[in-house]
């Protein structure tokens, strides 16, 4: 695991957190428009719907599975959402109901990888397609934006007078639950356990389909109410909201350093590759880089962010070979 | 030290006084060797005695730091195993490595086939020169057939095919045994003494001391990276051998203690797997250690298994202290105090990128817990304490298992699994690959756990075993259980014959 020899590895996540910090002291000095509070509060409240589906990804991927139908499913709970909305049904009961969608679209992954043994992948970008099939069917191309104001103001408002938005505090619970369960919970113990030998955690006695089960259901539900979020804070519910989400997500999963092969990584790498994805988006947009563009960058990150922390195992392995040397096996 | 060839031609390949270091550790000291035409040549020592390194300074891998390696009496340097192969030198690894979905003769001759017109492939050359290859070595295998569900020894003797169709005049066997059966070592040896009578060099490597005895002349032993000394078989007992691999007198090898039997822990009724085994029936008592024997593929290691919950059963029962196990969930026969140490230690015993810490704590995430959280504490003293009990030699206890020796890391998985205070204890070849001094630890061992009242089901291929530690020995034959014989009846005949089949049940 990744946290074996923490005196000498190079640790990814350590590069990715070091990495965050430069780029926004760089962006502070001498990104024109960076620092004033609108534009850091338009930063954090766009990277938040990353965020916020990187939590229950993460643990996904450190468990070896992957979900790429998040996207489609936060856009089908928007869609799902303003069509309930135009029907006159009351807010209060749509989103109970939206929550619910996303928990059944996650069950529906977590059925098929688990129980006849899919690779997630497959699944998911079959689900993917679906899910925002669906979601067209439901809303068309209706845009729905006349949400109550308070819900509106909710999602897209700051925290008095400060750049924070009013979200980021409920995202920060979120943040410390996942952290938690990750790190400090025999649940994340073997999560790491099943994403680096799936066959070794069973025979521990871990219940392996159960857990992934449950995680997939979570990305499921942590997706609808990203969708919720979106629908809010940009005002819109479309068919196509959140479309490409997935992509951000997983550049930001993998660029925090968790492992694509599962097994290895931190939710701190994570949520560092995730807010340093989503400054330099911003600082791109700063900078009138166009949209299309953004998304080379990000696919460029994506592949970096496989690469990094490999190159940064392999230089650990190395020294801790000349420091230690390796033990000749026989 | 080298013992000085008394008869016949000069070495065809030896190192002379070869040392190699990694970093602090000194892997070989001033090491000489040499191999004969004509001679199968043992390499004992115990896990981390500097066997592999010497193997790979032979075949080209390691470079020496000081000495020589010598081909034909004259030094050279290989600088790649590439080389040393182009010299006639051929390692076969336990684990051969074919392409399951090419014929015999693709793998044999891959990347190099003999070649028609326009650079097409001559699939009669080749198929022709392997029908002669393995004629060569007295074994009928169809050069056409695909690698695909060859038996490992097979895979061996096409590796050794290949080796020939090098012109390979020294064969480097490196536990070549680890994995086979019975039989399937009596075919591997057949093809070993043609090679030998055809004038090839052989350097054998076991950990089954009867096997050095059955088929090499003389042996080298290493101990702690220093050679111990050259010398013939003949005249030498197990003892003797053993004695110079550990450097002292090992305690007995089969430790067992005389415990009287209490009440049954275990039991397993007319347990049913479709086309795997059936109608298994047994019963393992508290202090008991009873061992389950049978050819590979009887289905012993289905039985434990499907008892553990891995797999499901389709018909049965299975109670531990009389309480019934639920089909196919390992949780709930963990709680009821069963505990397996599988066949595969590498995949299924432990997870080799972690840590031996959490290796050992993945059999307590449900008690080292403290209000839903991990008590990391409580981990750390859980792993360390049953570490210490078992004498895993390991520099820190957050070092990752794929540091450890087979032998140490197998230790781990007991340790993983004595840790939650089993009252069943199953294990699946527990000493398979591991050195000699570690395995008679595992007995006294597993004696001990039997003392302290443990049920043990003990499944071994290893016959000594079964027979030097079993109170009862149970045999299995084509998914059935076909004989049941008490301590004193055992015998390799008796055993061997049930696992055949030719005892009637």
Known sequence: MADISLSRAVRWDTVVGALLIVVLLFSFGFVDGFSNALNLSFLIGNTLPIALIALPMTLLVVSGEIDLSVASTAGLSGAVMGALWNQGMAIETIIPICLLLGVVCGLINGLLVTRLGLPSLAVTIGTLAAYRGIAQIVLGSDAVTDFPTQYLEFASGRIGDTFVPDAFLPFLVLLAIAVVALHATPFGRSLFAIGASEEAARFAGIRVKRQKLLLFTVTGLMASLTGIFWALHFASARYDNATGLELSVVAAVLLGGIDFDGGKGTLGGAIAGVFLLGALQNVMSLQDVSAQSQIVVTGVLLVLSVLGPRVARQISVARAGRKAASTPTS | ?505
């Open chain 2, 1 to 505: 030290m080298t013992h000085p060839s008394t008869t016949g031609p000069a070495p065809v390949l030896a190192l002379k006084d070869v040392s190699k270091s990694f970093g602090a550790v000194r892997a070989l000291r001033d090491v000489s060797l040499e191999l004969f035409p004509g001679e199968v040549h043992a390499l004992a020592g115990e896990n981390g005695a500097g066997k592999s390194t010497l193997i790979k300074a032979l075949a080209g891998v390691h470079r020496p730091d000081a000495g020589q390696v010598l081909l034909d009496g004259a030094p050279v340097t290989f600088h790649g195993p590439g080389d040393a192969r182009d010299a006639g030198i051929a390692v076969i690894y336990q684990e051969p490595t074919l392409f399951p979905d090419l014929s015999i003769a693709e793998n044999i001759y891959m990347g190099r086939q003999p070649r028609r017109a326009l650079g097409r492939i001559d699939h009669k050359a080749t198929h022709n020169a392997t029908a002669a290859l393995m004629e060569r070595l007295g074994v009928e295998l169809d050069p056409d057939r695909p690698a695909r569900g060859l038996s490992i020894a097979d895979q061996q003797i096409v590796e050794i095919a290949k080796a020939l169709s090098f012109d390979a005049r020294v064969l480097i066997m490196d536990e070549p045994t680890a994995a086979l059966t019975g039989s399937e070592v009596a075919r591997l040896f057949g093809v070993v003494r043609t090679l030998r009578e055809q004038g090839a060099a052989v350097l054998f490597i076991s950990h089954r001391l009867e096997e050095i005895f059955e088929i090499c002349r003389r042996v080298t032993t290493l101990r702690d990276g220093a050679l111990v000394g050259s010398e013939p078989l003949e005249g030498m007992t197990e003892d003797d051998l053993v004695r110079r691999m550990v450097g002292r007198d090992l305690d007995e090898l089969y430790p067992k203690q005389e415990v009287t039997p209490g009440e049954v822990a275990l039991s397993v009724r007319r347990l049913t797997r479709e086309g795997v085994f059936t109608d298994v029936s047994f019963d393992v008592r508290h202090g008991e250690i009873v061992g389950l024997a049978g050819l590979v593929g009887a289905g012993r290691t289905e039985v434990a298994r499907a008892v553990f919950g891995i797999d499901r059963w389709d018909a049965g029962e299975v109670t531990v202290d009389g309480k019934a196990l639920v089909n196919g969930a390992p949780s709930t026969a963990m709680s009821a105090g069963l505990a397996l140490v599988p066949e595969d230690r590498r995949a299924q015993g432990l997870v080799m990128d972690m840590s031996i810490e959490r290796n050992i704590g993945l059999t307590g995430l449900r008690t080292t817990v403290k209000a839903g959280l991990m008590d990391r504490g409580a981990e750390r003293s859980r792993s360390l304490d049953w570490a210490v009990k078992l004498q895993v030699k390991y520099a820190r206890i957050a070092d990752t298992v794929n540091t450890l020796s087979g032998g140490n890391q197998q230790k781990v998985v007991l340790a993983k699994w004595l840790a939650t205070g089993p009252r069943v204890l199953i294990v699946d070849e527990p000493t398979r690959g591991i050195d000699v001094g570690t395995k008679a630890e595992v007995h006294r061992l597993l004696s001990q756990l039997a003392a302290d009242g443990v049920a043990v089901l003990m499944i071994s291929s290893d016959l000594p075993e079964i027979l030097g530690m079993a109170d009862r020995v149970l045999v299995m034959h084509e998914g059935r259980l076909t004989a049941e014989i008490p301590r004193s009846d055992a015998t390799e005949e008796t055993v061997m014959a049930a696992a055949t089949g030719r005892a009637a049940a």
